[in-house]
């Protein structure tokens, strides 16, 4: 396990266990989940793959898997999968308590 | 300017006028505020984590200004990839509620 890997877990895995509360009610709206990490994968991902390219930064071949898609390490591109979920879930978690304490 | 600036400064700009246009206007509501001070905590963790020991900046893209280590651009970049996020979100919500 890398530890780009490691760090994405460790910020995924309580979002994800708490989406599940069932008066959130997160999933549904699974279909506007799919488009918005859709959106940011493709945006951000193209930045990234052009920041790359032109050298604005690199990733350490040490905190990374060696499996890439295009010039970015799997990790990278997963992270612009879990951020955005966990983005999404902490602003429905907020308006979630936000009614309730109205 | 240096390149890497300069996108990211383009990026919030883009952001904003996406704020505007799509007529979500998460940038008016005071929840936003509070949601983006949360996310701000998590990122100095994450991102702090990651500009240390994976990400390696060339700092002929960038300013050279870090807040611990972590690029302030990287706050732009941060700043533009969770708003788009929850503007696309609450727009699509709207628009197709499944």
Redesign the interface.
Known sequence: MS??MT?LII?GIVPLALSFWPGLKFY??????F???A??VT??GA?DIF?VY???????PD??WSVKIINLPIEEVLF?IV??F???F??EA??YI?EKMR | MKEYTVLAVFSVLATMALDRTSGVRVLRKKLYYIFFTVIIAFKLLVNGYLTRHIVMYNPQFFMGIRIGTIPLEDFLFGFSMVTISIICWEYCKKTHRA
Do not use: E, K
């Open positions: 530890t780009y760090v910020a549904q709206n699974i279909r506007a989940l488009i918005s990490i959106l940011v945006l951000f930045w920041a032109r050298g604005h930064w690199f990733f350490n905190g990374v612009f951020i955005p966990c983005c999404i902490t602003w907020l308006n936000n």
